[in-house]
């Protein structure tokens, strides 16, 4: 009966073990939750909405408009690709160009509006400069409050980036992809 028992727990033990370490490989390399911090990305995310990033890329890039979590000194930040490297990047009368184009931004719209509503604009004039090379140009979706590429934070070197926005998960009722 002892021995039964021993071989029991034996058994939990290493399906416990395996278990951990699955989830270690899995948090450390592929997935992990993220806790939306501000207004930086007010529409597309929300305050103290939890996201689902994937930290797993092929190709070591990363692509225009995508949001994407950047490693900070003392806490991470979550942001949108605008310039890669390489790219020229400008702002006159609230309109992104980047290399001489026009770019659209839909996910600007409200924000727009409420710009225009107060008597401002949402993106003032910034540029013309060059993203470095390895170097990524990230902004807020709330122009107006968030602290980028523009005004703090630079130039974000690639290895900084931790990883891609896939999933909004909680709260359950705003479950969505990452736009």
Known sequence: MKANIKKEVKSWGKSLLIALGIAFVIRSFLISPYIVEGASMEPTLHDQEKVIVNKLN???????????????????????????????IEVKNDVLHVNGVICKEPYLSKNREIAKQMGSRLTGDYGPITVPKNKY???????????????????????????????????????????
Do not use: A, Q
């Open 58 to 88: 092929f190709t070591g890039n990363f692509d225009r408009g995508e949001i994407v979590i950047i490693k900070g000194k003392t806490k991470n930040y979550v942001k949108r690709i605008i310039g890669l490297p390489g790219d020229r």
């Open 137 to 179: 140009f990230v902004m807020g979706d709330n122009r107006l409050v968030s602290k980028d590429s523009r005004n703090g934070l630079g130039f974000i070197d690639k290895k900084r980036i931790v990883g891609k926005g896939e999933l909004v998960f909680y709260p359950v009722s705003d479950f969505r992809n990452v736009k």
